[in-house]
């Protein structure tokens, strides 16, 4: 099973700061990676898939990167609806999910 | 609108059985391969089966193989997960998803959850 480790677990940050987030992978999952927001009793929104593609709908503030065993989504100036926890999902074998890292009001 | 509703859930013995439903609108059902996906609160999301469009292929989680059952009813628009010999392990907010068309395995359409507690 592929593990994938999110860090940091939690980023307190300022309405208008940039976000950086990281997902690492325990192999390879080529760029076979997607980004979902999750805010508290709601379900997962799937943000960016294939690594680097924003689903519909999507801002442009909210872009990814990376591929193989590294992959960041990044959150260019946070808007105050973007505090949220965040978790990056594989699908190169099975489907599995990280840990999230939770993005908090500073 | 898109729309996914889980119906279902509740309270049952270890060792019992539950089958949770998911109703689609607002999109054409039958073109899309469809997921559960389980979420213990405070924990990150664990996928637990897929199915195609047509029904005809399905996976598993380990975690589940032998004792959960994906199916869907294409003319009632409808998903369901037959569970048996239920665990304390297998409470968690149930999700009903839909695949990404073209782009299998990412999950774009997603219900509100339906609960499931095991505990005697």
């Known amino acids: 099973e592929i593990v994938l480790t999110q860090s940091p677990a939690t980023l307190s940050l300022s309405p208008g700061e940039r976000a950086t987030l990281s997902c690492r992978a325990s192999?390879?999952?080529?760029?076979?990676l997607g980004w979902y927001q999750q805010k508290p009793g709601q379900a997962p929104r799937l943000l960016i898939y294939?690594?680097?593609n924003r689903a519909t709908g999507i801002p442009a503030r909210f872009s990814g990167s990376g591929s193989g065993t590294d992959f960041t989504l990044t959150i260019s100036s946070l808007e105050p609806e973007d505090f949220a926890v965040y978790y990056c999902q594989q699908r190169s074998d099975w489907l599995t999910f990280g840990g999230g890292t939770k993005v908090e009001i500073k | 609108e898109e729309e996914l509703v889980e119906s279902g859930g509740g309270l049952v013995k270890p060792g019992g059985s539950l089958r949770l439903s998911c109703t689609a609108s607002?999109?054409?059902?039958?073109?899309?391969?469809m997921n559960w996906v389980r979420q213990v609160p405070g924990k990150g999301p664990e996928w637990v089966s897929s199915?195609?469009?047509?029904?005809?292929?399905?996976k598993y989680a380990e975690s589940v193989k032998g004792r959960f059952t994906i199916s869907r009813d294409n003319a009632r628009k409808s998903l369901y997960l037959q569970m048996n010999s239920l665990t304390a392990e297998d409470t968690a907010v149930y999700y009903c998803a839909r695949d990404l068309e073209g782009r299998a395995d990412y999950m774009d359409v997603w219900g509100k959850g339906t609960t499931v507690t095991v505990s005697s």
């Open positions: 192999q390879s999952v080529s760029s076979y």
């Open positions: 607002g999109f054409t059902f039958s073109r899309n391969s």
């Open positions: 294939d690594a680097s």
């Open positions: 199915i195609s469009s047509s029904g005809a292929y399905k």
